[in-house]
């Protein structure tokens, strides 16, 4: 698995409407995927997580994830990145659910309200891996 930056070659993927499944271990050592929306800032995958969900919990306890996102047009296509999460970021208003609404909605998120604490994570690559 190539260490470092993923290629320039998979950036049309990541800034795709394609979902990111996310995979954690949870406490008792068991794997979990979600499917999530996200963001690709260049460097890091930023995802928004509610304060209140095991996800959130399970991320805590461990901060390391593998991430993979399939391209739309290519199912056979895609990159798998491996990394941790290296900020927790409180944020009570909607501003950063709305950036991950707006990409794939179009519109601002229909699901939350403000004050409610959410996070935005900053997931730090560390590997990947990729068929193109």
């Known amino acids: 698995m190539p260490k470092g930056q993923v290629p320039e ?3 049309d993927i990541l800034e795709s409407t394609a979902l990111g499944h996310l995979a954690t271990i949870d406490e008792q050592g068991r794997p979990q995927v979600n499917p999530m929306w996200f963001l690709w800032d260049g460097e890091h ?12 919990r399970t991320l805590r306890h461990d901060p390391h994830v593998a991430m993979s996102f399939t391209d739309l047009q290519e199912q056979e ?19 950063f659910v709305n950036q991950l609404a707006r990409k794939y909605t179009g519109a601002d998120f229909q699901h ?13 690559v560390d590997a990947w891996t990729g068929q193109n």
């Open 9 to 11: 070659k998979y950036r």
């Open 45 to 56: 995958i930023l995802l928004s997580v509610k304060a209140n969900t095991r996800k959130y």
């Open 77 to 95: 296509r895609y990159v798998e990145i491996r990394g941790e999460v290296v900020d927790f970021e409180l944020y009570e208003d909607l501003t």
């Open 112 to 124: 939350g309200y403000p004050g409610e604490h959410r996070y935005k994570l900053t997931i730090r």
